[in-house]
């Protein structure tokens, strides 16, 4: 299915934009579409990337909580169960866990949003082992 994406430029800079489009025998839907393409290729991170971030996220705050014996079983147990039947609640819970421990969310725990297989490695990095090659003096602040 296409869609629409509606920018706003200026007018002098629309018709600047198309008149050279024009003078290079160019589409100006082609040239904006291949530009956002060749962006999401250059800057989307690979899946691996990102489950190997939310797995550190979910570590650190494993760290923040004094470690993997003060991870209430409760509170991981509940996560489990909505990263199987609610992704929204998971990301909720994860967020205001955050929040209720004046933290700065990670801006990569927002990728829990998007289904089991990220809620699960942040899940995993939460309860799970110390990653290797972690340094605690390298870890990010959150």
């Known amino acids: 299915m296409n869609t629409s994406l509606q920018v706003r430029i200026s007018k002098d800079l629309k018709e600047r934009f198309q008149q050279v489009a024009k ?3 160019k589409d100006t839907s082609t040239l904006i ?3 956002i393409s060749s962006y999401v290729a250059k800057h989307q991170k690979p899946d691996e990337e990102v489950a190997a971030e939310l797995y550190m996220a979910g570590y650190e705050l494993q760290q923040v909580l004094g470690g993997r014996e003060y991870v209430s079983k ?3 147990n509940q996560l489990q169960e909505y990263s199987l039947t609610d992704q929204k609640q998971f990301s909720q819970l994860v967020l205001s866990t955050y929040l209720d421990l004046e933290l700065t969310v990670p801006s990569i725990v927002s ?3 998007q289904g089991f297989a990220y809620s699960q490695m942040f899940l995993l990095g939460l309860v799970g082992d110390k ?3 972690f340094n605690e003096k390298q870890n ?3």
Do not use: L, M, V
């Open 131 to 133: 990653p290797a090659g």
């Open 33 to 35: 579409r291949d530009w």
């Open 111 to 113: 990728k829990t949003y």
């Open 140 to 142: 990010r602040t959150i």
């Open 23 to 25: 003078e290079n025998n």
């Open 74 to 76: 409760e509170f991981a």
